[in-house]
Nanobody
Framework: QVQLVESGGGLVQAGESLRLSCAAS????????MGWYRQAPGKQRELVAA???????NYADSVKGRFTISRDNAKNTVYLHMNSLKPEDTAVYSC???????????????WGQGTQVTVSS
């Protein structure tokens, strides 16, 4: 089994910053892509940012220039640095990782439990 544990959500005012962290643990052998999705009430889940094991990144247009994704491969951890937060960034943020385990070298997606980010105006 693989566990993804997120931390760092909370309530901030518009213009402030937050950093989310997500650590993978358990029977992890290798991790390919790691990333963050978010879902706001009444809206579909959307990809916020993703990063490959080699550091190639991808961002949603709505967060480009404000959010930065990074990872520490030695710690199996992905971070999302969120600057200049806006009320429309309010959502539940969930991390995911494509993980191969000690028992299967096929990469499967695993998800964290989600962390709430609320930005007040």
């Amino acid at each position: 089994q693989v566990q993804l544990v997120e931390s760092g959500g909370g309530l901030v005012q518009a213009g402030e910053s937050l950093r989310l962290s997500c650590a993978a643990s358990g029977s992890v052998f290798s991790i390919n892509v790691m990333g963050w999705y978010r879902q706001a009430p009444g809206k579909q889940r959307e990809l916020v940012a993703a990063i490959t094991s080699r550091g190639t990144t991808n961002y949603a247009d709505s967060v480009k220039g404000r959010f930065t994704i990074s990872r520490d491969n030695a710690k199996n951890t992905v971070y999302l640095h969120m600057n200049s937060l806006k009320p429309e960034d309010t959502a539940v943020y969930s991390c995911y990782a494509e993980v191969s385990t000690q028992y299967s070298r096929t990469y499967y997606p695993w998800w964290g439990q989600g962390t709430q980010v609320t930005v007040s105006s």
